[in-house]
């Protein structure tokens, strides 16, 4: 019961106290955007430190390693870029809803050997051009749905099911493969692949539209808006009257859907259909997440953090082969400027009460 | 439709989960632009009438009306669809998107277009929620950096959004809304209550009788899952209201006022130039069995002081001296080890660890105390624990019992005897000890810091009222700013006029 | 609540033990497993192999044999296993078939295992095979999957009393002749394959440029013995000059990527690309297509159908075949001679228990013949099975 | 969400629920036993026993570590790589200090895992991230060295490991006494009430003055300690130590865990039911491939027996949220 509040009202009523309260609204005000300053230090360290920690980058290579700073060099790291850039705008909306997918490099593998087997090829008589765009991104959101229906209706944690699709999307690949690589053979389609325009591979063009396109259903859908509330407070979405695990389930497919364009832009350019092409993809991914802002426990970052994070990682690994460091000690440097990156960017974070895990 | 007919009226409405009877047979009836208040201690069964309302819950028996037809809700989007919303006490709005997502989450309307947000027309919408309750809030901002009751505000116009999508008469439940307020805060929400009386009704649920009898039409008392009365604000008195709740007749000694013993001269904590960035150069002393309340509005700095003394929070100067030694570990760790305990206001996130049991939290800060070497030794535990549920008198059916599965008042008891079962406690520092308790629960607590005092432990209490503030301290110590603003000698007959101490505050 | 949990638990474990129940109908057992770099070889360290004495002297059948010492098996007792890493690979693909069709011509069938690159599941495939029954009729042909693996390997058939080969992988310092059913240990001169492709292509660039070499898995001894072939290569000739050496970890993916960026560092410098398996060889070429550089030299070693494709168009100069198919039929060929009394595993010369076999340069001129990968059952016949031997490991 | 007002079961059912919960794990394994054996019928034999036990036990010490962190609410992905590094030395201590090569290296483990822990805990970064880099360092630096593995010589005490006692695989004797000690400690100490305490609700155990940085920092040593013994018994097994050690169990690792009925949000959990995790897993993953089932749907099967599992053993009712 509150002394503080109640002679205002019993006495003078609540309507004319409007003096009174106008005194403490300002101070209220003041007060509040002091917190909101400090709040907003360390949002835009979050925000902006990632992109610093790339500039610096750049700016260290372009220094040490002669070759780094010529425009080919860029035009390659934007090329190589590519496919774990539309992998990374996918696993960029599970992570938002504070879920994890391991089960990229399975779904991949099993998109990269429909595709290789639908384009004309040495295996069979297909011949279905770029439409077999669509089979693959179909396939790839199958998958990806098969993950959010699980982890929505079986209430089984992403963690396990995504570990356990990814089983299962590498043995399809292998059904697929059968001992027997199947080659691209259609020409013009793979010189569209890796033709240039602008000097910029098309990958990089398809990349670039892929991130466009996932920015748009981040910040102005409602399964992107409705991704981001879910990661920082899912119970009070679900009380608003929102259908969470639709949505949940529809995060997981699109994530399926930009895998599959990613497996078609890496067999487009291996010209081979391999299950073996997507290893490594989904650590990489979930890293340059993480690296760029997007952090997993959900409702945080987004597209563009993530692909920043991506950049980070391919310009790392692009200069630290430019700066002749020891094949062996490049992963070891990797890991180590990634955690340092990190700690870098969230430091002005830290605070006795915090809870990390 | 004439006027008589109630907004919203349930008959014989009951609900029972397992073996507990949470509602019986109860009748309650909301009429067209009312405030009625519901009071009612823990577990009388106003969650539980509220879920049931805003379709979180669906009853084993009864009738649900609305404006006279019948009606079920076997949903939240339901009830939202028959114009009824609730104001929940812990808020609901997700802090990372705007206000004006906020406000239409899950009812967008044609602010979304195929899954595409429309954000111009969104924004219009929520502007128009706004303006209902005459909120200046920007509609882009984010939430997360509004204040406390500017969300609460959002929440209100997020509550009335669903005036459009039915052609009701919103009722509006606000559940507790005032426990986590200010003074001024309160002031300005029931100006907005008195606003939404124009358009909708209100149910408004407080465990604070007085705000009830201000703002209340009618008032509703349940305990035990029945209606115990229906008054009007003019024909009752806080104290006849407080006996409804309870039942009993004990209410004249709630701060157990005849118990303050008088304390020792002997300094126990010193607190010596102590600068944080909340706080600067606060400098207090308490005496040995002396409790001191710390009054102050939000900002004021005295719950981070609080944090400060226990190490939880850095700390840029100054001593902190116990019993003539100058603490040094600056930790929760140190300070429990030289006999400082803190109990915390956020008892569900900060107080108690829901998924253990009573026992296990009970003797969390002093687990070497039931240990035999580094090993536990669970037979001694059981009997402690089993001791301090008896002396507290803490409703569980044993000590193996997860916490979360108590009632608030249990587990507040639980926390504090936390603290009481070390045996050498020198200072207890109790950041709003009785938020969210009923009275009976307050009550109880009260004379827990009474014995205390009395057995030598020094407390540093923060209270939301300021009465309780008074009511319990030897002394007052007022904040402001994070600065030490006024001290008030508050001895048991002479206890300093609240307005006195609210001067100070400002 | 209540009983929806217990319907979920209880068709759960149904559906369990049933999928378990069922899918046995196929015991044929063709292999696919998880990935692995694409055909990651070994050959044998570079020190000599100790062979210390008293070993030649061991007579057959030891102490830890379940069968009698010297009983040779009916023939249609013998039990063929065959494992490799991954059927995805056309290489080790290649070898189970020649596996196949060397059981098939004693009227026998091999089992397939592979294992996915994981050594803990190669050994524990391998053991829960030995684990039971009668195992002193089994031969098995493995491919371990490091040199760490060879040894448990060895242990698990010696206390079954298995005839085993192994190829590949084999730490230098352990000994076949230390074990009575060992037969053999069949390898590769890493180092000779690194130098007969360096030297074809340094010959095809005309004894001078730049070229960059793409490594394997670093871990590996046929990365490192196939690299210092290149070396030794690189030393007869002066006019070549190794502009840069990087990992690829056998994988086409990363040789891509990584020769991509090598491209922007060393430009039209590079004239050659050296690359220790045709995956990278491959992942090479597609770098060097899209860069549009065409006449630099690719070499690459495995001997994979679309190397052996490439390099009779003329797109790679050369590539090294170890003959997958005889591999995996001269194993099992060995063993099974083994198994029935053909041969006498303690009267077998030191260069027949562990030795090199011939590998085959393939260039433009002979790529035609190794179009298609095909046996000659006539080698599997007892008395030729060591016909290829070139030499003792070293 | 409102006075989020107990959840109210009745008692009786509750427990019954919460006892055929306990025992999914079990059940499952016996489901699993009982299918493996009705296409196998020796699945059940000594001899296949003798096996199983003795590849689950590196797995098991992997997970015994790994089920510590993830009951602190964190993870550690650097094990198997680091598994991997610490295998390369202690091949390489084996001839200066014998079986004390075993002591040097765990150590060595519990050494950097304070140090991922310090990292973690005091820059406060996700757990996820730190031990994110070092696997890549570990793996890395596991690679910088001429060899590509080191053999133990044959000679060494240590390889004594390798054999049975009365039958029983004496690495699984070593890895189920560690599995019981943990298990003990975590029981019988205010360690395992830290642990989950500071997995539950971090804050609240904070401000009871519970050690959360020493508990937190402890859990990722030990982890990371389990990794390097697990390393060794994998290089006891193959006689030799390499970078490729352990490679592939991290994932298996987690899977038997959180299968076993570990909350991978934290404060849940125990040894035990990391026993019964690791048991499934290892019947799942070599079950498989012994029973001769079509190689080809091997992973497919896999996959989904994964799936269908940690559905049947995760309580998904107890979760509010599932991430």
Redesign the interface.
Known sequence: MSIDARPAMRSTGVGTSPRRLGIFARRRTANASAVRARATAGERVLKWGPLAALALLCMFFAWRAERFATVDNLKNVLDQSAVLSIATVGITFVLLLGAIDLSMEGIMSACVMVGALLVMNSRNANDWGLFAVIPVVLVGAAFGLANGLITTRLKVPSFMTTVGMSAVGLGVAQLLFDGDQPRVLDRPLRAWAIGRVFGFTRATLVAVVCIAIGVVIQRHTRLGRYATAIGSAEDIVALSGVNVRRYKALAFALAGAFYSIAAVLLFLKQGTGNDELAVNVNFAAITAAVVGGTLLSGGQGGVLQSIVGVLIVKVLENGLLLLDVQPALQRAVQGVIVVGAVVAATWPLRHRLRVVK | MSAAVPALRLEGISKRFGAVQAITDMTFEVRRHEVVGLLGENGAGKSTLLKILVGLVEPDTGTMYRDGQQVRFRTVTAAADAGIGMVYQEQSLVPSLTVAENILLGCEGHGVNAGVFRWRKLRELAQAQLDKIGSNIPVRAVTSQLTFPQRQMVEIAKVLSIEERTAFDPVVLLDEPTSVLDGPDVAVLFEQIERLRERASVVLVSHRIEEVMAVADRIYVLRNGVVAAERRPTETTTDELRHLMIGREDTGSHFHAERQADCADTPRLEIVGLSSAHFHDVNITLRKGEVVGLAGVQGSGREELCRAIFGALKVDAGEIILDGEKVKARSPRGAVQVGIGYLPAERRTEGMIGTMSVAENMSLATVGTVCRGPVLDREREKRVVDDWIERLRIRTPSGSVPMRQLSGGNQQKVVLARWLMSGDLKVLLLDHPTRGLDVGAKSEVYALVRDLAANGVSLLVLCDGLDETIALGHRVIVMRDGEVSAEFAAVRDAKPRPDKIMEHML | ??SR??K??TA??L???????A????????????????STS?AP?TDAPATTGGSETTTAGGDDTTAPAGDACAPEDVVLIGQVRD????YE?SWLDGGDEFAASVGLEQ?????G?????E???I???L???NTSCYVLNILP?????T??IADAAKEAGAFLVTQWNK?A??AVEDYDRWASHISYDGVESGKLIAETMFHAMGGEGGIVAL?GG????A??DRFAGLQEALAANPGIELL????ANW???EA???L??????HGDKIKGVWTANDGMA??AM?AL??AGMSDVAVVGIDA???AVTAVADGRMTATVSSDGPWQGGVGLAIGYCAAIGEIDIASLTADNRAFYANQTLITADNAADFATPSVDLTEFDCANVFNRVSGPLG | MTATATVVVPPKQRRELDALRRFAPVLVLVGLVIGLTLKRSDFLSIGQQQQLVESAAPLLVFATGMTVVVMCGGIDLSIAAFAGFASLWFARFVPHLGIGALVAVMLLGAAIGTVQGVIHVKAQIPSFVVTLGGLALWAGLALLQDKPSILIASNSSVLALDGRLVGVPRLAILAGSLALVTGLLMWATPVGRWVRAVGSNETAAYLSGVPVVATRIAAFAFCTMCAALAGCMVAIDQTNGSPGTGRTQLLPTVAAVVVGGTAITGGVGGVGRTVVGVLIVKVLGTGLSIIGIGQKWENILYGALVIVAAALTIDGSKLTVVK
Not at chain 3, 117 to 121: A, E, G, I, L, Q
Not at chain 3, 145 to 149: A, I, K, P, V
């Open positions: 609540m209540h949990t217990m979920r638990l759960g474990m559906l369990v033990t049933m999928t378990l129940a899918c046995g109908s196929d015991d044929g057992g063709d292999a696919a497993t998880p990935s692995s770099a694409a070994a360290a059927e995805t690979n056309p693909k089992k397939r295992l592979t294992y690159d994981d050594s803990t599941k050994q524990d495939q053991k829960q095979e684990s039971s029954g999957n490091t040199e760490g693996d040894k448990p730490p310092d352990l490594q670093l871990a590996t001894t990365a490192k840069d050496e990087q990992t994988s086409q993916a891509l990527t990584v991509q960026t090598l491209i922007t560092k491959l992942g597609e297509d899209a994979v159908p679309e």
